[in-house]
């Protein structure tokens, strides 16, 4: 999975897939999608963050619903509500676990695992597992196992 990242022409993004399909909508500032929410959110997304680059560098996308981490994809997913974040890890394996809310397969080896996150302290082991997992398949790691 060496292969050299395409990017778009348009929007500049890079992608493991020529021509993928994508938006070439531009990216906004990370900081509004915290306005007018809890305070600790932004300080809760930040430690989340800290979390995500203990596994390696990955870009930060602030898109117009989402921040989004990326590697050779999008492995993360971040909506911030009121209160809490709702993330969404992209997973090699299917997993059933009560922490997450749901649980969508995209392909064989593409499941998206969602988990409302509402402090700091539920950032745990088990959470962080889950970040490096979804870490390794935004690199695109689980096709070659």
């Not at 909508?25 to 930040?46: Q, S, V």
């Not at 209160?83 to 749901?102: C, K």
Request: hydrophobic share 35%.
């Amino acid at each position: 999975m060496n292969t050299p990242l395409w990017t778009c022409r348009k929007c500049g993004r890079s992608f493991a897939n020529r021509n993928q399909t994508h938006t070439c909508a531009p990216l906004g500032d990370l900081d509004r999608h915290f306005a007018n929410r809890a305070p600790e959110l932004r300080a809760l997304f930040d430690a989340l963050a800290e979390a995500v680059h203990a596994c390696g560098p990955a870009e930060v996308l602030s898109e117009k619903t989402r921040i989004a981490f990326h590697r050779r994809m999008s492995f993360l997913s971040v909506y911030p509500r009121k209160d809490h974040l709702i993330l969404g890890f992209v997973l090699a394996e299917r997993i059933e676990h009560p922490r997450f809310e749901a649980v969508q397969t995209f392909s064989p080896r593409n499941h998206l695992h969602n988990l409302r996150l509402r402090s700091i302290g539920e950032i745990d082991e088990e959470v962080r597992r889950w970040i490096r997992d979804a870490y390794e398949v935004g690199e695109q790691k689980h096709l070659r196992r």
